[in-house]
Protein backbone atom coordinates (compact mmCIF):
# COMPACT_ATOMS: atom_id res chain seq x y z
CA UNK A 1 0.00 0.00 0.00
CA UNK A 2 1.69 3.24 -0.99
CA UNK A 3 0.05 5.10 2.20
CA UNK A 4 2.34 2.95 4.25
CA UNK A 5 5.73 3.15 2.55
CA UNK A 6 8.13 3.53 4.70
CA UNK A 7 6.14 4.29 7.74
CA UNK A 8 7.12 0.46 9.22
CA UNK A 9 3.26 -0.19 9.88
CA UNK A 10 1.90 -3.47 8.66
CA UNK A 11 -1.17 -3.02 6.78
CA UNK A 12 -2.27 -6.37 8.32
CA UNK A 13 -2.54 -5.14 11.68
CA UNK A 14 -5.85 -4.36 12.84
CA UNK A 15 -7.51 -4.09 15.82
CA UNK A 16 -10.45 -6.26 14.86
CA UNK A 17 -10.51 -10.01 15.08
CA UNK A 18 -12.25 -12.05 12.79
CA UNK A 19 -14.30 -14.54 14.99
CA UNK A 20 -14.06 -17.90 14.05
CA UNK A 21 -16.77 -20.17 12.13
CA UNK A 22 -16.89 -22.92 15.03
CA UNK A 23 -17.49 -19.70 18.05
CA UNK A 24 -20.90 -20.14 19.81
CA UNK A 25 -22.64 -17.53 19.40
CA UNK A 26 -26.30 -18.43 20.91
CA UNK A 27 -27.38 -19.05 24.14
CA UNK A 28 -31.09 -19.24 24.28
CA UNK A 29 -31.32 -22.65 24.68
CA UNK A 30 -27.63 -23.57 25.68
CA UNK A 31 -25.41 -22.75 28.79
CA UNK A 32 -23.49 -19.31 28.57
CA UNK A 33 -20.81 -18.11 30.68
CA UNK A 34 -23.05 -15.81 32.50
CA UNK A 35 -25.36 -18.67 33.55
CA UNK A 36 -22.49 -20.99 34.55
CA UNK A 37 -21.06 -18.28 36.64
CA UNK A 38 -24.85 -16.57 38.46
CA UNK A 39 -23.02 -13.24 37.21
CA UNK A 40 -26.78 -11.93 36.92
CA UNK A 41 -26.47 -12.51 40.93
CA UNK A 42 -23.22 -12.22 41.69
CA UNK A 43 -22.68 -8.77 39.88
CA UNK A 44 -25.79 -7.69 41.26
CA UNK A 45 -24.88 -7.78 45.12
CA UNK A 46 -22.75 -4.60 44.94
CA UNK A 47 -25.17 -2.30 46.26
CA UNK A 48 -23.39 1.32 47.55
CA UNK A 49 -25.54 3.20 49.98
CA UNK A 50 -23.96 6.61 49.63
CA UNK A 51 -26.41 9.29 49.20
CA UNK A 52 -25.35 11.38 47.33
CA UNK A 53 -23.53 7.84 45.53
CA UNK A 54 -19.67 8.45 46.21
CA UNK A 55 -17.38 7.29 43.67
CA UNK A 56 -14.65 5.29 45.94
CA UNK A 57 -17.82 3.08 47.52
CA UNK A 58 -17.73 0.78 44.80
CA UNK A 59 -13.87 0.00 45.43
CA UNK A 60 -14.66 -0.78 49.35
CA UNK A 61 -17.23 -3.09 48.47
CA UNK A 62 -15.83 -5.04 46.02
CA UNK A 63 -12.65 -5.25 47.93
CA UNK A 64 -14.57 -6.88 50.46
CA UNK A 65 -16.18 -8.71 48.44
CA UNK A 66 -13.56 -10.73 46.54
CA UNK A 67 -11.84 -11.27 50.06
CA UNK A 68 -15.04 -13.08 51.28
CA UNK A 69 -14.77 -14.83 47.92
CA UNK A 70 -11.05 -15.92 48.40
CA UNK A 71 -11.91 -16.97 51.35
CA UNK A 72 -14.17 -18.90 51.07
CA UNK A 73 -12.32 -21.10 48.88
CA UNK A 74 -9.85 -21.07 51.36
CA UNK A 75 -11.71 -22.58 54.37
CA UNK A 76 -12.74 -25.06 51.14
CA UNK A 77 -9.47 -25.94 50.71
CA UNK A 78 -8.08 -26.01 54.62
CA UNK A 79 -11.35 -28.04 55.38
CA UNK A 80 -9.71 -31.14 52.85
CA UNK A 81 -6.17 -30.27 53.39
CA UNK A 82 -7.00 -31.18 57.20
CA UNK A 83 -9.33 -33.82 56.28
CA UNK A 84 -7.03 -35.86 53.61
CA UNK A 85 -4.49 -35.52 56.97
CA UNK A 86 -6.72 -37.38 59.50
CA UNK A 87 -6.54 -40.31 56.54
CA UNK A 88 -3.05 -40.22 56.55
CA UNK A 89 -2.89 -38.58 52.94
CA UNK A 90 -0.05 -36.23 52.98
CA UNK A 91 1.20 -36.02 49.57
CA UNK A 92 -2.43 -34.85 48.76
CA UNK A 93 -2.62 -32.29 51.69
CA UNK A 94 0.45 -30.78 50.67
CA UNK A 95 -1.23 -30.26 47.32
CA UNK A 96 -4.06 -28.64 49.13
CA UNK A 97 -1.53 -26.48 51.22
CA UNK A 98 0.18 -25.02 48.37
CA UNK A 99 -3.05 -23.92 46.89
CA UNK A 100 -4.15 -21.98 50.26
CA UNK A 101 -0.83 -20.16 50.33
CA UNK A 102 -1.10 -18.93 46.48
CA UNK A 103 -4.88 -17.44 47.98
CA UNK A 104 -3.27 -15.81 50.45
CA UNK A 105 -0.65 -13.97 48.52
CA UNK A 106 -3.41 -13.11 46.08
CA UNK A 107 -5.10 -11.65 49.37
CA UNK A 108 -2.29 -9.64 50.73
CA UNK A 109 -1.38 -8.69 47.10
CA UNK A 110 -4.91 -7.11 46.55
CA UNK A 111 -4.61 -4.71 49.61
CA UNK A 112 -2.91 -2.40 46.80
CA UNK A 113 -6.01 -1.68 45.58
CA UNK A 114 -7.84 -0.61 48.86
CA UNK A 115 -4.61 1.83 49.65
CA UNK A 116 -5.68 4.18 46.96
CA UNK A 117 -8.64 4.94 49.29
CA UNK A 118 -7.46 8.59 51.00
CA UNK A 119 -9.02 9.24 54.22
CA UNK A 120 -11.19 11.60 53.09
CA UNK A 121 -12.38 9.48 50.66
CA UNK A 122 -13.19 6.84 53.49
CA UNK A 123 -14.56 9.58 55.44
CA UNK A 124 -17.23 10.13 52.79
CA UNK A 125 -18.43 6.26 52.90
CA UNK A 126 -17.82 5.99 56.25
CA UNK A 127 -21.52 7.01 57.78
CA UNK A 128 -23.07 4.63 55.96
CA UNK A 129 -21.03 1.18 57.22
CA UNK A 130 -22.44 2.31 60.37
CA UNK A 131 -21.48 -0.97 62.82
CA UNK A 132 -20.73 -3.21 60.05
CA UNK A 133 -16.63 -4.29 60.48
CA UNK A 134 -14.34 -6.85 58.60
CA UNK A 135 -14.28 -8.09 62.82
CA UNK A 136 -17.86 -9.57 61.89
CA UNK A 137 -16.81 -11.70 58.94
CA UNK A 138 -17.54 -15.61 59.65
CA UNK A 139 -15.61 -16.78 57.11
CA UNK A 140 -12.58 -15.18 58.38
CA UNK A 141 -13.00 -16.73 61.83
CA UNK A 142 -13.63 -20.40 60.05
CA UNK A 143 -10.14 -19.99 58.83
CA UNK A 144 -8.78 -19.37 62.00
CA UNK A 145 -10.65 -22.05 63.76
CA UNK A 146 -9.49 -24.16 61.54
CA UNK A 147 -6.02 -23.19 61.52
CA UNK A 148 -6.14 -23.08 65.72
CA UNK A 149 -6.99 -19.90 66.73
CA UNK A 150 -9.87 -21.14 68.23
CA UNK A 151 -12.23 -18.43 70.66
CA UNK A 152 -15.14 -19.36 71.84
CA UNK A 153 -16.12 -15.42 72.61
CA UNK A 154 -16.03 -14.86 68.40
CA UNK A 155 -19.00 -17.12 68.26
CA UNK A 156 -21.25 -14.75 70.24
CA UNK A 157 -20.61 -12.58 67.76
CA UNK A 158 -22.49 -14.11 65.10
CA UNK A 159 -26.19 -14.61 66.92
CA UNK A 160 -27.63 -12.30 64.40
CA UNK A 161 -26.77 -15.41 61.72
CA UNK A 162 -27.81 -18.81 62.84
CA UNK A 163 -25.98 -20.74 59.98
CA UNK A 164 -22.60 -19.13 59.98
CA UNK A 165 -23.09 -19.24 63.57
CA UNK A 166 -23.71 -23.36 63.81
CA UNK A 167 -21.07 -23.54 61.19
CA UNK A 168 -18.53 -21.80 63.61
CA UNK A 169 -19.67 -23.84 66.60
CA UNK A 170 -19.05 -27.30 64.59
CA UNK A 171 -15.48 -25.75 63.65
CA UNK A 172 -14.42 -24.75 67.69
CA UNK A 173 -14.99 -28.68 68.59
CA UNK A 174 -13.77 -29.97 65.41
CA UNK A 175 -9.60 -30.92 65.30
CA UNK A 176 -8.02 -27.92 63.33
CA UNK A 177 -5.10 -28.84 60.80
CA UNK A 178 -2.54 -28.44 63.58
CA UNK A 179 -4.32 -30.84 65.11
CA UNK A 180 -4.94 -33.54 63.09
CA UNK A 181 -0.94 -32.82 61.83
CA UNK A 182 -0.37 -34.12 65.32
CA UNK A 183 -2.27 -36.89 64.98
CA UNK A 184 -0.97 -37.73 61.93
CA UNK A 185 2.77 -38.04 63.21
CA UNK A 186 1.84 -39.85 66.16
CA UNK A 187 0.40 -42.71 63.94
CA UNK A 188 3.75 -42.09 61.94
CA UNK A 189 5.80 -43.27 64.82
CA UNK A 190 6.49 -39.73 66.19
CA UNK A 191 6.34 -38.77 69.73
CA UNK A 192 3.44 -36.80 70.61
CA UNK A 193 2.29 -35.87 73.66
CA UNK A 194 -1.13 -37.68 75.02
CA UNK A 195 -2.81 -34.40 76.07
CA UNK A 196 -2.45 -33.20 72.65
CA UNK A 197 -4.20 -36.15 70.97
CA UNK A 198 -7.33 -35.93 73.23
CA UNK A 199 -8.10 -32.81 73.99
CA UNK A 200 -11.12 -30.20 74.38
CA UNK A 201 -10.77 -28.88 71.12
CA UNK A 202 -12.62 -26.48 71.71
CA UNK A 203 -10.32 -25.00 73.93
CA UNK A 204 -6.95 -22.10 72.26
CA UNK A 205 -3.99 -24.52 71.83
CA UNK A 206 -0.86 -24.15 74.09
CA UNK A 207 2.58 -24.74 73.14
CA UNK A 208 4.36 -28.04 74.79
CA UNK A 209 7.42 -28.24 75.06
CA UNK A 210 7.76 -32.33 74.36
CA UNK A 211 6.21 -31.46 70.76
CA UNK A 212 9.21 -29.48 70.37
CA UNK A 213 11.58 -31.74 71.10
CA UNK A 214 10.13 -34.08 68.60
CA UNK A 215 10.69 -31.32 65.98
CA UNK A 216 13.50 -30.73 67.25
CA UNK A 217 14.52 -34.09 66.17
CA UNK A 218 12.96 -33.60 62.61
CA UNK A 219 15.10 -30.46 61.93
CA UNK A 220 17.72 -31.92 63.27
CA UNK A 221 17.96 -34.60 60.22
CA UNK A 222 15.91 -33.36 57.78
CA UNK A 223 16.49 -35.91 55.24
CA UNK A 224 15.13 -38.75 57.66
CA UNK A 225 12.02 -36.68 57.84
CA UNK A 226 11.51 -35.57 54.63
CA UNK A 227 7.64 -35.82 54.27
CA UNK A 228 7.31 -34.24 58.51
CA UNK A 229 9.63 -31.44 57.62
CA UNK A 230 8.07 -30.40 54.35
CA UNK A 231 4.58 -29.76 56.45
CA UNK A 232 6.17 -28.19 58.72
CA UNK A 233 7.61 -25.36 56.67
CA UNK A 234 4.33 -25.49 54.64
CA UNK A 235 2.45 -24.35 57.97
CA UNK A 236 5.05 -22.28 58.86
CA UNK A 237 4.57 -20.88 55.32
CA UNK A 238 0.79 -20.20 56.29
CA UNK A 239 1.05 -18.68 59.66
CA UNK A 240 3.55 -16.29 57.90
CA UNK A 241 1.05 -15.24 54.56
CA UNK A 242 -1.77 -14.92 56.97
CA UNK A 243 0.66 -12.52 59.32
CA UNK A 244 1.38 -10.81 56.32
CA UNK A 245 -2.56 -10.15 55.47
CA UNK A 246 -3.09 -8.84 58.88
CA UNK A 247 -0.20 -6.50 58.77
CA UNK A 248 -0.83 -5.15 55.22
CA UNK A 249 -4.82 -4.41 56.85
CA UNK A 250 -3.39 -2.69 59.73
CA UNK A 251 -1.35 -0.74 57.52
CA UNK A 252 -4.08 0.35 55.36
CA UNK A 253 -5.89 1.01 58.43
CA UNK A 254 -3.61 3.33 59.97
CA UNK A 255 -3.34 5.18 56.83
CA UNK A 256 -6.82 5.36 56.65
CA UNK A 257 -8.58 6.17 60.20
CA UNK A 258 -5.10 7.14 62.13
CA UNK A 259 -5.73 6.03 65.50
CA UNK A 260 -9.79 6.49 65.21
CA UNK A 261 -11.65 3.57 66.32
CA UNK A 262 -13.58 1.11 64.58
CA UNK A 263 -16.69 0.84 62.73
CA UNK A 264 -17.01 -2.13 64.81
CA UNK A 265 -16.13 -0.77 68.00
CA UNK A 266 -12.91 -1.72 69.28
CA UNK A 267 -9.91 0.66 69.53
CA UNK A 268 -9.10 0.36 66.09
CA UNK A 269 -4.83 -0.27 65.00
CA UNK A 270 -4.17 -0.85 68.46
CA UNK A 271 -6.59 -3.76 68.90
CA UNK A 272 -5.58 -5.11 65.47
CA UNK A 273 -1.53 -5.06 66.40
CA UNK A 274 -2.17 -7.26 69.46
CA UNK A 275 -2.97 -9.86 66.33
CA UNK A 276 0.25 -9.87 65.37
CA UNK A 277 1.18 -11.38 68.27
CA UNK A 278 -1.18 -14.96 68.12
CA UNK A 279 0.73 -17.77 66.58
CA UNK A 280 -1.03 -21.32 65.52
CA UNK A 281 1.78 -23.27 65.78
CA UNK A 282 3.95 -22.24 67.90
CA UNK A 283 6.23 -25.12 67.81
CA UNK A 284 7.23 -24.95 65.28
CA UNK A 285 8.44 -21.22 66.10
CA UNK A 286 9.90 -22.44 69.24
CA UNK A 287 12.10 -25.20 66.94
CA UNK A 288 13.92 -22.43 65.69
CA UNK A 289 15.93 -21.81 68.99
CA UNK A 290 16.80 -25.06 69.08
CA UNK A 291 18.82 -25.60 66.01
CA UNK A 292 22.67 -26.05 65.79
CA UNK A 293 24.89 -25.02 63.93
C1 LIG B 1 -10.31 1.12 54.64
C2 LIG B 1 -10.63 -0.12 54.85
C3 LIG B 1 -10.68 -0.78 56.18
C4 LIG B 1 -10.68 -0.25 57.43
C5 LIG B 1 -10.60 1.23 57.84
C6 LIG B 1 -10.78 -1.34 58.36
C7 LIG B 1 -10.81 -1.20 59.73
C8 LIG B 1 -10.88 -2.22 60.62
C9 LIG B 1 -10.89 -2.07 62.06
C10 LIG B 1 -10.76 -0.76 62.80
C11 LIG B 1 -11.02 -3.30 62.61
C12 LIG B 1 -11.12 -3.66 64.09
C13 LIG B 1 -12.55 -3.97 64.44
C14 LIG B 1 -13.42 -2.72 64.43
O1 LIG B 1 -13.47 -2.00 65.44
O2 LIG B 1 -14.08 -2.46 63.40
C15 LIG B 1 -11.08 -4.25 61.51
C16 LIG B 1 -11.17 -5.62 61.65
C17 LIG B 1 -11.17 -6.50 60.61
N1 LIG B 1 -11.22 -6.19 59.27
FE1 LIG B 1 -10.98 -4.38 58.47
N2 LIG B 1 -10.82 -2.52 57.67
C18 LIG B 1 -10.79 -2.23 56.33
C19 LIG B 1 -10.84 -3.14 55.29
C20 LIG B 1 -10.99 -4.48 55.43
C21 LIG B 1 -11.10 -5.42 54.34
C22 LIG B 1 -11.05 -5.09 52.85
C23 LIG B 1 -11.24 -6.64 54.86
C24 LIG B 1 -11.40 -7.89 54.08
C25 LIG B 1 -12.23 -8.85 54.39
C26 LIG B 1 -11.21 -6.49 56.31
C27 LIG B 1 -11.33 -7.52 57.21
C28 LIG B 1 -11.24 -7.36 58.58
C29 LIG B 1 -11.19 -8.48 59.51
C30 LIG B 1 -11.21 -9.95 59.16
C31 LIG B 1 -11.12 -7.94 60.78
C32 LIG B 1 -10.98 -8.69 62.10
C33 LIG B 1 -9.47 -8.72 62.45
C34 LIG B 1 -9.17 -9.25 63.83
O3 LIG B 1 -10.05 -9.74 64.54
O4 LIG B 1 -7.98 -9.20 64.19
N3 LIG B 1 -11.05 -5.17 56.60
N4 LIG B 1 -11.00 -3.57 60.33
Same mark, same amino acid.
Given at each position: ???????????????????????????????????? &? %???????? %??????? !???? /?? &???????????????????????????????? $???????? =???????????????? $??? #??? @???????? &?? #???????? %????? /???????? @????????????? %?? @?????????? &?????????????? $????????????? !?????????? #?????????? @??????????????????????????????? =???????????????????????????? /???????????
Amino acid at each position: MESDKGTGVDPGTTSCRDLEEGIQRAFSRDMSYGDY &L %QLDLLLSA %QRPLSDP !PQHD /EL &LFIIQHQTSELWLKLMVHELRSARDLLREDQL $APSLKRMA =RVKHIQHTLTDQWSVL $ATL #TPS @EYAQIRPF &LA #TSSGFQSA %QYREV /EFLLGNKN @EDMVKVFGHDPVA %QA @ELTALLHEPS &LYDEFLGFLARSGY $AVPAELLDRDWSQ !PYRMNLALVD #TFARVYASPA @EHWGVYETCEELVDVEDNFQLWRFRHLQVVQ =RTIGSKTGTGGSTGVAFLRRALDLTFFP /ELFEVRARIES
